[in-house]
């Protein structure tokens, strides 16, 4: 009988004792949890797709009635997954009404035959990036001249968009001639 008198005066005082060490508990748990949660995010945000590009240099060529334009660029891929992705140009001129016209041109890599005594390395069609990579080549862009003759072009605007539809863009507004 005296055990159970002593249970049940000191019975506040356990309930008290049993009630602490849980929210203790609880929030050792809580704590674990948000530490977990930001791991899990930057985990998370290192898998998107990340990339940037840096434009190097830039050459233009006239080759009988075509005009190549060449950028030196350099692609990173921030991403820890692998991505590919796809460059085109974007040419803005100015035609005889003087409107605004933009033409958007594809890197072909194929146009490199007409260049001789230079010895440019050049992108494929699509650049492949595995993960935390970065490579610098050359874009090959060109165009029938008829199509800017007599009008000014105004700026040249590199884009490059990846699988997932992200997309980075550059604008240059000279070009060297090269020679």
């Not at 990173?76 to 041109?105: A, V």
């Not at 146009?111 to 492949?128: A, C, G, P």
């Amino acid at each position: 009988m005296e055990v159970m008198k002593v249970i049940k005066d000191y019975a506040p005082i356990i309930t008290i004792s049993i009630s602490l060490l849980a929210l203790l508990i609880s929030g050792l748990n809580a704590r674990i949890s948000k530490k977990s949660y930001r791991v899990n995010k930057q985990q998370f945000k290192n898998k998107l797709s990340k990339f940037d590009f840096y434009l190097i240099d830039s050459h233009c060529i006239s080759i009988e009635n075509e005009r190549l334009l060449l950028f030196h660029i350099t692609v990173t891929n921030k991403s820890e997954t692998k991505n590919s992705f796809t460059p085109s140009l974007i040419l803005e001129y100015y035609n005889s009404e003087n409107y605004s016209m933009k033409m958007r041109l594809q890197h072909n890599p194929n146009l490199s035959e007409k260049i001789v005594n230079h010895s440019f390395t050049y992108y494929s069609r699509d650049i492949f990036l595995s993960d935390k990579e970065s490579i610098s080549k050359w874009l090959i862009f060109g165009y029938n001249i008829e199509i800017t003759k007599g009008k000014r072009i105004d700026n040249y605007t590199l884009n490059l968009r990846d699988v997932n539809n992200n997309q980075v863009e550059v604008s240059s507004f000279l070009m060297k001639e090269l020679i």
